[in-house]
């Protein structure tokens, strides 16, 4: 599997706007809207599930990554994006580190095969140190992508 | 000093398999132990202190996995670290989506 197979590009934020778990949540299921990718009426929906997800047990996984997710009936296919946060958030991660670096998902309801395929995607290429420095050092959308696409194409390696 | 080696069969129960939650469950209890703690799947070989060693084993319900435990708290750690699998990580009541 690549990242490009379920990273909405359109839905990148290389500079997240808030501060707290919830708001970043937030934010990144409202730039799935793009292209319809999630419908207005499920946006809270989806919110909500993943908030509930994190009750209990954070995806604070280390490292300065989280990788929130839910699975939704609204979701034809595994769908996800990734957002960049400066200042960092509290996301009771598992080394009390702050979050920069976020992989969001939504997926189908009846395969959580693609959702389960999608992190050992993202956790092989976050195990480059590579990755992760470039990933934030990208300041731009387009930057962020430059990096998920060497990365599919095992070009972070030298 | 012998070190102990204790091996014992493990299967996914839940229905989302080791996703990152159930993961993170499993890395905070194998790091409370001394002993190397390894999940193996065929060749493949995965530390279960390391969380992006886990998420990498992409390990679906029902998968079969052999938990291989080596040093002085090898049985305690075995022991725990089975009882969280038969009590499904803590997942088993992943429910579908709620909206």
Redesign the interface.
Known sequence: MKLSDFVIREAVLPDLAASTKEEVIREMVASLRTDGHVKNG?E???V??IL??EE????G???GVA?P??????ASRLIGTVALSRKGIDFQS?DGEPVHILFLLVSP?DR??D???A??T???H??TDVFIRFLRQATTREKVWEVLDDADMNQLFS | MDDDLVRRQLCVTNPEGLHARPAAKLVQLANQFQCEITLVRGSQRHDAKSIMDLMTLAAEQGSKLLLEARGCDAHVAADAIEKLFVEGLGDLDANPDDA
């Open positions: 499920d809270e929906g989806i909500k599930a509930k997800r209990q047990g954070t995806t996984i280390g490292r990788v997710h839910t699975k939704h009936a609204s598992l309801s959580p095969g959702h389960l395929r992190l050992e993202i956790s092989r976050l195990r």
